[in-house]
């Protein structure tokens, strides 16, 4: 249990750094690319899947 | 039916291209090649899908992201600056033996994370000082970082090609350490001594001049206690299976991420380096999450098993001959999307003539890497050529990687051939 909410913690951080550096950035394939890989990590978060 | 799978196939491959002459980078390409082999198959735009497939190497995500961390801390903290600084005082004089420890901090942050681009970031920038210090040309040093680079991301404990392959035919990542390690390390050292046997004893007090000054109070001791707590994690984990919890390699490396940051003897600023780890290792996760959305709308519409099909009925002496093509070629192309898309059927071929998927994955995952210096990918090749300073042409880079290339194909192909000879090495 303990090992899951490190996961969870682990995955909730990384989807900050995403959503931060999406939100920094001026390129548009690199802030298409950020939204493609924040999916997975999102879905996670959210026990969606 | 083959025909119809033929023109998304088809559909796919010509988006693709498409798109790629557009400038658009090689993920974003994936992507929209998925999504064309999905509006061509009738599915449309299958959203449970394009999940489904992003989920497919969400584990092997995390240990990169993570392990870059640890290895980024590493390097912000003085670590990496100590030790090469500490190996050049040492051994500036003894050539065998600073080849030797040059190609185990070569070898070190690509194994661990999986990512070439690692080892060429982490380490490459300072290693191309000290070998330009013995007289070693820029692109012949360039060349050996990129060699060693690849070697260093198919070696364990983390090789993706292997890793992805082993997935996608249900195999457990188990086995693979010898087999991997042997080749790899062999084949560095073999590298390393072939386009710089030239080279004269390191100038010392020129390099140590333009290498980055490691912070007064670092020491062995702060470097090697993370290693020494993610190897005690690693190995705990063997030893008391049933009285330790299995914690994952993502949490093992946050630990070691954790103890450097606390050692650090300057202060470093996590959130940031946090943020760049991200930003460059973006084209990377960007890849493994497009190629698994890639592989999910081919294995929806068929194109998948028709490749697979392709492969296998094949002349097996064909396959075995054109790997040294195909595989690189394919690792331009798709870059780790050549694993689950190729891979996959060709480890399920050599499993049905007898031989030993183990030991012949592991010969085609020393192979995929030299991928990584063609067009239209080249990305580790070009981050090589940037990092070692070079300003004389890219092919130059290529032309020094000819002979290792060559004799790294040729072993490649002999432990397919010869892997049922060499399952001991997987000590299963």
Same mark, same amino acid.
């Not at chain 2, 068929?302 to 099909?309: M, S, T």
């Not at chain 2, 891979?343 to 890497?369: D, E, K, R």
């Given at each position: 249990?303990?090992?899951?909410?490190?996961?969870y913690?682990?995955?909730?951080?990384?989807a900050?750094?995403?959503?931060?550096?999406?939100?920094?950035?001026?390129?548009?394939?690199?802030?298409a690319?950020?939204?493609?890989?924040?999916?997975?990590?999102?879905?996670?978060?959210?026990?969606?899947? | 039916?083959?025909?119809?799978?033929?023109?998304?196939?088809?559909?796919?491959?010509?988006?693709?291209?498409?798109?790629?002459?557009? =400038?658009?980078?090689?993920?974003?390409?994936?992507?929209?090649?998925?999504l064309?082999?999905?509006?061509?198959?009738?599915?449309?735009?299958?959203?449970?899908?394009i999940?489904?497939?992003?989920?497919?190497?969400?584990?092997?995500?995390?240990?990169?992201?993570?392990?870059?961390?640890?290895?980024?801390?590493?390097?912000? $903290?003085?670590?990496?600056?100590?030790?090469?600084?500490?190996?050049?005082?040492?051994f500036?004089?003894?050539?065998?033996?600073?080849?030797?420890?040059?190609?185990? *901090?070569?070898?070190? /942050?690509?194994a661990?994370?999986?990512?070439?681009?690692?080892?060429v970031?982490?380490?490459?920038?300072?290693?191309?000082?000290?070998?330009?210090?013995?007289?070693?040309?820029?692109?012949?040093?360039?060349?050996?970082?990129?060699?060693?680079?690849?070697?260093?991301?198919a070696?364990?404990?983390?090789?993706?090609?292997?890793?992805?392959?082993?997935?996608?035919?249900?195999?457990?990542?188990v086995?693979?350490?010898?087999?991997?390690?042997?080749?790899?390390?062999?084949?560095?050292?073999?590298?390393?001594?072939?386009?710089?046997?030239?080279?004269?004893?390191v100038? &010392?007090?020129?390099?140590? =001049?333009?290498?980055?000054?490691?912070?007064?109070?670092?020491?062995?001791?702060?470097?090697?206690i993370?290693?020494?707590?993610?190897?005690?994690?690693?190995?705990?984990?063997r030893?008391?299976?049933?009285?330790?919890?299995?914690?994952g390699?993502?949490?093992?490396?946050?630990?070691?991420?954790?103890?450097?940051f $606390?050692?650090?003897?300057? =202060?470093?600023?996590?959130?940031?380096?946090?943020?760049?780890?991200?930003?460059?290792?973006?084209?990377?996760?960007?890849?493994?999450?497009?190629?698994?959305?890639?592989?999910?709308?081919?294995?929806?519409?068929?194109?998948?098993?028709?490749?697979?099909?392709?492969?296998?009925?094949?002349?097996?002496?064909?396959?075995?001959?054109?790997? $040294?093509?195909?595989?690189?070629? $394919?690792?331009?192309v798709?870059?780790?999307?050549?694993? /689950?898309?190729?891979?996959?059927?060709?480890?399920?071929?050599?499993?049905?003539?007898?031989?030993?998927?183990?030991?012949?994955?592991?010969?085609?995952?020393?192979?995929?890497?030299?991928?990584?210096?063609? /067009?239209?990918?080249?990305?580790?090749?070009?981050?090589?050529?940037d990092?070692?300073?070079?300003?004389?042409?890219?092919s130059?880079? *290529?032309?020094?990687?000819?002979?290792?290339?060559?004799?790294?194909?040729?072993?490649?192909?002999?432990?397919?051939?010869?892997?049922?000879? &060499?399952?001991?090495?997987?000590?299963?």
């Amino acid at each position: 249990m303990i090992i899951t909410i490190l996961y969870y913690i682990i995955t909730a951080f990384i989807a900050l750094l995403i959503i931060w550096n999406f939100i920094k950035s001026k390129k548009w394939q690199e802030e298409a690319l950020y939204i493609i890989i924040l999916i997975p990590f999102l879905l996670r978060l959210l026990r969606l899947k | 039916m083959f025909t119809s799978t033929q023109i998304i196939l088809a559909v796919m491959v010509v988006a693709y291209i498409i798109v790629k002459s557009l =400038k658009v980078s090689t993920e974003l390409s994936m992507f929209l090649a998925a999504l064309a082999g999905g509006l061509a198959g009738g599915v449309g735009i299958p959203a449970r899908h394009i999940v489904e497939g992003a989920f497919t190497y969400l584990d092997i995500i995390l240990i990169f992201i993570t392990a870059t961390l640890f290895m980024n801390l590493l390097k912000e $903290s003085g670590g990496i600056a100590y030790v090469i600084r500490g190996i050049l005082r040492k051994f500036h004089r003894r050539k065998s033996i600073l080849f030797v420890l040059i190609t185990i *901090l070569l070898l070190i /942050p690509g194994a661990l994370t999986g990512a070439g681009s690692v080892t060429v970031l982490i380490t490459g920038g300072m290693i191309a000082v000290v070998l330009e210090y013995m007289g070693i040309s820029k692109p012949k040093a360039a060349a050996i970082i990129f060699i060693i680079a690849g070697l260093s991301a198919a070696a364990p404990p983390v090789s993706l090609w292997a890793m992805l392959t082993a997935a996608g035919v249900n195999m457990p990542y188990v086995g693979f350490f010898l087999p991997l390690l042997v080749p790899c390390i062999a084949l560095s050292l073999l590298t390393i001594f072939i386009l710089g046997w030239r080279g004269k004893p390191v100038n &010392l007090e020129k390099a140590m =001049k333009e290498l980055p000054e490691a912070p007064h109070r670092m020491n062995w001791i702060r470097i090697f206690i993370p290693f020494l707590a993610f190897l005690f994690l690693v190995v705990a984990g063997r030893i008391w299976p049933h009285s330790l919890p299995v914690i994952g390699l993502p949490l093992m490396f946050i630990v070691a991420a954790v103890i450097t940051f $606390s050692l650090s003897p300057v =202060k470093l600023n996590f959130l940031q380096i946090s943020r760049n780890t991200v930003h460059q290792l973006l084209p990377l996760i960007g890849t493994l999450t497009c190629v698994g959305i890639l592989v999910q709308i081919m294995t929806l519409t068929g194109v998948r098993g028709l490749i697979a099909i392709t492969i296998v009925t094949l002349p097996v002496t064909a396959v075995i001959l054109t790997l $040294s093509l195909v595989l690189p070629i $394919s690792e331009a192309v798709l870059m780790w999307g050549a694993a /689950p898309v190729l891979g996959v059927p060709l480890v399920l071929l050599f499993n049905t003539m007898g031989l030993n998927p183990i030991v012949a994955l592991a010969g085609m995952s020393i192979i995929w890497p030299l991928g990584d210096a063609l /067009p239209p990918t080249a990305i580790i090749g070009r981050l090589t050529k940037d990092t070692a300073r070079m300003e004389e042409p890219y092919s130059q880079l *290529l032309k020094y990687c000819i002979i290792p290339a060559v004799i790294i194909m040729a072993v490649g192909i002999l432990m397919v051939v010869f892997s049922k000879k &060499l399952a001991f090495l997987t000590l299963l």
